[in-house]
């Protein structure tokens, strides 16, 4: 592994400017599962790590009705996982705690750093998308506010400018009278990235859709919000043909690829029996 500074600034500014002036040979470090496998593997070369644990109000969990959750960048799975206002309010993202890594790994992971590695199997992003997060980021021209789904770019690529970090993800207030169901099919239960990773929240009244979320994971080069689907089921009602039908239309809107974990054809397959099972268990 190629030898690099650690820099330990103390304020949010401060590790913007170290970032600026390594130019993108320099990451932010806040848990550092992904990152220093990289690192080793010597998948990336850095000359710098900039080690956020020292600056303060980064790793704090904060809940109120009026203004939802806000989950620090250095607040660890762990810590989630333990978070009434997580288990009472948001019930999809403690589902997906459950399934994060092992106890080692969540008590150092964080949900910040999870969707900034931008995995396209990533256990974060499918809820952010559902409960439509947006993420608060910093950099040296100061901060700015982006939609979770507007951070990613591609496989293992955000949209962070090389001076930013993400110091804080929003999610709003539960919306009332909501149900929903997160699958993520996996060859193991624990320590496992998912094969096929499904969510949704919705909404229904007298019979048929008022509002519905479908979000897709490990079937594209990024998650995503399945957008067609949605139109569709908004436009029928919900029963169990309409389901199988919808779970046609996610299956068009994906692009899985073949790898050690299973073939393309067989996500397609598992992407329409997961967003029926999904829909279904979401209905009243």
Request: charged content about 25%; proline content about 5%.
């Amino acid at each position: 592994m190629k030898e690099f500074e650690m820099i330990e600034p103390r304020t949010r500014e401060e590790a913007c400017q170290w970032l600026d002036r390594f130019k993108g040979k320099a990451r932010p470090y806040a848990g550092g599962t992904d990152l220093l496998v990289e690192l080793k593997a010597g998948r990336v070369k850095l000359d710098a790590l900039v080690n956020l644990k020292s600056i303060r109000d980064l790793g704090k969990i904060r809940f109120s009705a009026k203004n939802g959750l806000a989950v620090g960048a250095l607040a660890t799975w762990t810590e989630l996982l333990e978070s009434e206002a997580v288990s009472s309010h948001y019930p999809l993202l403690r589902k997906a705690c459950e399934s994060m890594g092992s106890l080692q790994i969540r008590n150092v992971a964080t949900l910040a750093g999870n969707i900034c590695h931008a995995s396209p199997a990533a256990n974060g992003p499918i809820p952010l998308l559902l409960h439509e997060a947006v993420c608060l980021i910093q950099g040296i021209n100061g901060a700015r506010i982006i939609p979770v789904g507007k951070l990613f770019a591609g496989v293992q690529k955000n949209t962070l400018k090389h001076d930013e970090i993400v110091t804080e993800i929003r999610l709003p207030p539960p919306p009332a009278g909501a149900k929903g169901s997160f699958h993520k099919f996996a060859h193991r239960k624990a320590m496992e990235l998912p094969v096929v990773a499904v969510g949704a929240l919705c909404w229904t009244l007298n019979g048929a859709w008022s509002e519905v979320r479908l979000a897709l994971g490990a079937v594209a080069k990024k998650p995503f919000r399945a957008q067609k689907t949605e139109k569709f089921l908004m436009k029928n009602k919900s029963d169990e043909k309409t389901l199988r039908l919808a779970a046609e239309v996610a299956a068009g809107e994906c692009a899985p690829i073949t790898d050690l974990r299973a073939s393309k054809e067989y996500r397609l397959e598992l992407v329409k029996e997961l967003v029926f099972r999904t829909l279904k268990e979401s209905l009243p």
